[in-house]
């Protein structure tokens, strides 16, 4: 008997600094019963005007400024990410540092929800030599626009349900 397909949201940010507030983009994908059925990608305004990662993802203060803080996204994001079991993300420790970073920041209670790791979930699967995002991406022939927050999110989507499919083919789902 095979399990019920997973629901969940894939969540991805990329920051300005090492602040765990420092989020300037958030991207979310909602998979209900193994399909994804929302896509959000927002910019967010982080607290301070300093962008030491720019040259990673290439998000300027410029491009921010004029973005929602996290406290006024809030109100938009908080119903992708609620009624889900868990949350995925690539390196589950930082986004989940960010997302409770952002919250505390603002006196928003984080979402109570699980985080499940895909680099994590990737080398028990597929036992590669290699777990980045980049190559799993390739390796389950996803097109990853690499650090732009929605990309990234929705490979780990993707990931998740990949290895889940291919566990399950093996008898340990």
Not at 18 to 46: F, H, K
Not at 83 to 107: E, K, M, Q, T, W
Request: with cysteine; hydrophobic share 45%.
């Amino acid at each position: 008997m095979s399990q019920p397909s997973p629901s969940f949201v894939a969540i991805d940010f990329e920051t300005a600094d090492n602040g765990a507030d420092s989020a300037c983009a958030i991207g979310l994908v909602r998979v209900e019963a193994g399909e994804i059925v929302q896509r959000v990608t927002r910019l967010i305004r982080p607290p301070r005007r300093t962008n030491q990662y720019a040259h990673i993802h290439g998000i300027r203060w410029e491009d921010v400024q004029h973005a929602p803080t996290f406290a006024e996204l809030w109100p938009d994001i908080a119903p992708v990410l609620a009624d889900v079991p868990f949350f995925a993300a690539h390196n589950a420790s930082f986004d989940r540092r960010i997302l409770h970073g952002c919250c505390a920041a603002y006196g928003i209670a984080p979402p109570p929800q699980p985080f499940e790791c895909t680099v994590v979930l990737a080398r028990r699967t597929w036992r590669m030599p290699k777990n980045d995002l980049a190559t799993l991406a390739r390796f389950i022939q996803f097109t990853l626009n690499h650090h732009e927050a929605g990309s990234d999110a929705e490979a780990c989507a993707r990931i998740l349900l990949a290895a889940r499919a291919h566990l399950a083919l093996q008898g340990q789902g």
